[in-house]
C-alpha cells in the first residue's frame, strides 16, 4: 500500500532502498505498477535480496527490470546480492559503490569495465570474487580514480585482490583495506599486492607505523597520509614479518599483538628509527624474553618508550626489564625514558612494581582503561 502511494509520485524519487526480498524480479512480480517504468531522478539506490542470484553480472541480452533503464543520475549504489544488471553497467557518475554478499563471481574484466566508467569514485566496498582473471603481472590499460578515499575488499582467493589493486592508479591519502576469510592464505602481503608492489609501496613511503595481530591475523601500515590494512583468519606469527616489499627504515611506531614475547629480535632489526614499542596481550615472558632491548649490536638505538597494554607483568618480568635497561645504558643506544602499562581489566602491578619501575626509569604511566588507547 505504501508503495502504491508513491506511484504519482515515483519521478520525484532520488533515494530507494528495498531490503530483505528474496529477489529483484519477485518484487517486480509483486509490484508490477510501480517497475513499469524508470525512476529518471535516481541518485541513490540501496537494493538487499536473500536469494543468491543466478548471475553476478547478467548477459547482456538479459532482460532488465525497468527499474534498472535511465538511472544515468546515479551516484550511490549499494548492492547485496542483488544482480548488476546491463543497463547500470553504463552509468558513469557513481560515487560510492557497496557490492557484498556474493558467491557467484563477477567475470574480472566486465567488471573492471564497470569500473573504469565511474572516475569519480570515492568510496569503493567489495566482497565479492572474480573469475577468468587475466595472467598478466602489469595491466595494460590502469583505472586512476584521482578522487578515491576508500577502497575495502574481501576476498575470496588473494588472487582476486592482487589482480584488482593491480589495475588501479591510487591516489595520495587513500585507505585500502583487504580480508580475507580463507584460513589458508598465510597473510604475506606479496600474495595479495602487486608483483613488485611498486605503486603501494610509493603510496606509503615513508611508514610511520606498524599495527599487527597474530591470529587472526592483521597487518596495519600507517605512511605519507595513507593507510593499508591486510586481514586474514589463521597465520602465523612468521607471516607478519614478511614486510620486505616494503621500506621500514623510517617506521617510528610499532604496535604487535602476541601471546608471548619470545621472538622480537626479527622484526625490530628491521626497524632502525623505532621511537616507541607497544605490546599487546602479551601473557607469556618467558626468561630472557626481553633481552632484545640489551643486544649487541643495539636493536632500535632510537627507543625511548615502551608500553605494555594488556600484559602479565610478573615481578620476575620487571626485573629483566630493569637489567636489559641497565645494560642498555651502557651503550650508545638512547635511554629509555618512558614506560606505559595499561590494563582494562582492574589488575595492575602492585605498587612496589611500579615503584621499582620509577626507580631506573624517569616516567612510568599506570593506568585501568576499558580501551586500549594510541599512545599520545
Not at 94 to 121: A, C, D, H
Not at 164 to 172: A, C, D, T, W
Not at 200 to 229: E, H
Not at 286 to 307: M, N, Q, V
Request: hydrophobic share 40%.
Amino acid at each position: 500500500m505504501f508503495l502504491q502511494a508513491l506511484l504519482p509520485h515515483i519521478s520525484k524519487i532520488s533515494h530507494l532502498s528495498l531490503t530483505g526480498y528474496p529477489s529483484i524480479e519477485k518484487v517486480a512480480e509483486d509490484l508490477p505498477d510501480f517497475f513499469t517504468s524508470p525512476i529518471l531522478n535516481l541518485t541513490s539506490l540501496e537494493l538487499e535480496q536473500t536469494g543468491k542470484p543466478a548471475e553476478s553480472f547478467p548477459s547482456d541480452g538479459t532482460t532488465a527490470p525497468p527499474l534498472f533503464r535511465g538511472v544515468s543520475k546515479l551516484k550511490s549504489l549499494h548492492f547485496t546480492r542483488t544482480p548488476l544488471y546491463s543497463p547500470l553497467t553504463g552509468v558513469r557518475s557513481l560515487v560510492e559503490l557497496k557490492l557484498v554478499g556474493y558467491t557467484t563471481p563477477f567475470p574480472f574484466e566486465k567488471f573492471i569495465g564497470f569500473l573504469r566508467l565511474n572516475s569519480t569514485l570515492e568510496r569503493v566496498v567489495l566482497d565479492a570474487q572474480f573469475t577468468d582473471i587475466p595472467a598478466w603481472v602489469f595491466p595494460t590499460r590502469v583505472i586512476s580514480l584521482a578522487r578515491l578515499r576508500q577502497l575495502s575488499f574481501t576476498c575470496a582467493h588473494a588472487i582476486d585482490a592482487k589482480a584488482l589493486i593491480s589495475s588501479f592508479s591510487f591516489p595520495r591519502g587513500v585507505s585500502l583495506e583487504i580480508s580475507s576469510a580463507r584460513t589458508q592464505d598465510d597473510g604475506d602481503p606479496r600474495s595479495f599486492l602487486p608483483s613488485p608492489p611498486t605503486q603501494i609501496r610509493r603510496l606509503l613511503t615513508p611508514i610511520a607505523t606498524i599495527k599487527c595481530q597474530v591470529r587472526p591475523g592483521v597487518t596495519q601500515l600507517y605512511g605519507n597520509d595513507s593507510y593499508f590494512s591486510l586481514r586474514c583468519s589463521g597465520f602465523g606469527l612468521h607471516a607478519y614479518w614478511e614486510l620486505s616489499a616494503f621500506s621500514t627504515t623510517a617506521v617510528r611506531e610499532f604496535h604487535v599483538k602476541i601471546s608471548s614475547c619470545h621472538d622480537l629480535s626479527g622484526p625490530l632489526a628491521k626497524l632502525p628509527a623505532l621511537e616507541t614499542l607497544v605490546l599487546v596481550g602479551v601473557t607469556s615472558f618467558p626468561r630472557c624474553s626481553l633481552d632484545f632491548l640489551a643486544e649487541e649490536p643495539i636493536l632500535c638505538p632510537s627507543l625511548k618508550t615502551i608500553a605494555f597494554f594488556d600484559c602479565d607483568l610478573s615481578p620476575a618480568t620487571i626485573g629483566e626489564l630493569e637489567g636489559a635497561v641497565s645494560r642498555r645504558k651502557n651503550s650508545t643506544a638512547a635511554w629509555l625514558h618512558r614506560v606505559v602499562i595499561v590494563c582494562r581489566f582492574g589488575i595492575l602491578p602492585g605498587r612496589e612494581l611500579i615503584h621499582r619501575l620509577r626507580q631506573f626509569i624517569p616516567r612510568v604511566d599506570a593506568r585501568i582503561d576499558e580501551e586500549l588507547p594510541d599512545l599520545p
